[in-house]
């Protein structure tokens, strides 16, 4: 059965940093692409980030690029986004995403972890 | 930078009739289209991809179609565990992927 299952979340100052991860498992990771996308409180999905299979390859959204950085690990099966100089408009839940054939629409989610940017 | 925009906001339909929702892109997505469920504090599932091709378990009362820059997501008979939020999301401007707003489908 494939899991993605995040964690990290928790309540941020502005300005600060925060490290998400993602642990997969129930397929072969290092075959996937795999991307993050996030929900503000009350909105819709927004997608944020993508990384290829090997890592050597990522993209983010406008509204992120320079902020966050994605990766991965695929000998410990871990998506990470580190989030640098983070804003009150970043907070939401935060969920990973299995991109289903390097295609970029997603087949398994994670159940998200929320993170709030408040002083 | 292409926009989706979800039709109708809110939808409310009575359990066993049918559901049309509407998603429209800002320029072609050619068949790049997906759909997905959402309920309350849980994440999205896939619904629908390549516009009208059902994911893995997806019952059939659910169907999508267009292309281009209309698409539209039908479900036939609403259930009761049918009642949800809806997504489309364009995978054509790649790498960059964009949602639309959401319908949320509500009990009449």
């Known amino acids: 059965e494939v899991q993605l299952v995040e964690s990290g979340g928790g309540l941020v100052q502005p300005g600060g940093s925060l490290r998400l991860s993602c642990a997969a498992s129930?397929?072969?990771?290092?075959?996937?692409?795999m991307h993050w996308v996030r929900q503000a409180p009350g909105k819709g999905l927004v997608w944020v980030s993508r990384?290829?299979?090997?890592?050597?390859?990522?993209y983010y959204a406008d509204s992120v690029k320079g902020r966050f950085t994605i990766s991965r690990d695929n000998a410990n099966n871990t998506l990470y986004l580190q989030m640098n100089s983070l804003r009150a408009d970043d907070t939401a839940v935060y969920y990973c995403?299995?991109?289903?054939?390097?295609?970029?629409?997603?087949?398994?989610w994670g159940q998200g972890t929320l993170f709030t940017v408040s002083s | 930078e292409i926009v989706m925009t979800q039709s109708p906001a809110t939808l409310s339909v009575s359990p066993g009739k049918r559901a049309t929702l509407s998603c429209r892109a800002s320029?072609?997505?050619?068949?790049?289209l997906a759909w997905y469920q959402q309920k309350p504090g849980q994440a999205p599932r896939l619904l629908i991809y390549?516009?009208?091709t059902r994911a893995t378990g997806i019952p059939a009362r659910f169907s999508g179609s267009g292309s281009g820059t209309e698409f539209t997501l039908t479900i036939s008979s609403l259930q009761s565990e049918d009642f949800a939020v809806y997504y489309c999301?364009?995978?054509?401007?790649?790498?960059?992927?964009?949602f639309g707003g959401g319908t949320k489908v509500e009990i009449k």
């Open positions: 999301q364009e995978y054509n401007n790649w790498p960059r992927l964009t």
């Open positions: 320029q072609s997505v050619s068949s790049n």
């Open positions: 390549g516009a009208s």
């Open positions: 129930g397929f072969t990771f290092s075959s996937y692409w």
């Open positions: 990384i290829n299979s090997d890592g050597s390859s990522t």
């Open positions: 995403a299995r991109d289903r054939g390097f295609r970029g629409y997603f087949d398994y």
